[in-house]
């Protein structure tokens, strides 16, 4: 019903940036908010940062200062701007959306994630 598609992950030394898109489409009447979070090899996933319906956002510590989320409503579309990045920001990257479908039904839907590797 709906589907996230995921973009902009690949290999950065430490210190580049990368930006991460994620399109939603679908039966989607609204969407309640758009994150990222991030699963490292025999770590649980984590939460990175999540974007409101209302702006509102958040982000996990260990990223504050170094990343930035944002949304373009009118492409259901989430970006996460990654900038100084270390080797421990690598993980495959997933976006969650919670979506109200045109049956205004509530859908938590996920991306199939994409790695971000920082190395030199």
């Known amino acids: 019903q709906v589907q996230l598609v995921e973009s902009g992950g690949g290999l950065v030394q430490p210190g580049g940036s990368l930006r991460l898109s994620c399109a939603a489409s679908?039966?989607?009447?609204?969407?309640?908010?758009m994150g990222w979070y991030r699963q490292a090899p025999g770590k649980e996933r984590e939460l990175v940062a999540i974007?409101?319906?209302?702006?509102?956002?958040y982000y996990v510590d260990s990223v504050k200062g170094r990343f930035t989320i944002s949304r373009d409503n009118a492409k259901n579309t989430v970006y996460l701007q990654m900038n100084s990045l270390k080797p421990e920001d690598t993980a495959a990257y997933y976006c969650?959306?919670?979506?109200?479908?045109?049956?205004?039904?509530?859908?938590?839907?996920w991306g199939q994630g994409t790695q971000v590797t920082v190395s030199s």
């Open positions: 969650n959306a919670e979506v109200v479908l045109t049956s205004r039904a509530i859908f938590n839907s």
């Open positions: 679908g039966s989607i009447f609204n969407i309640n908010f």
């Open positions: 974007i409101r319906s209302g702006w509102s956002t």
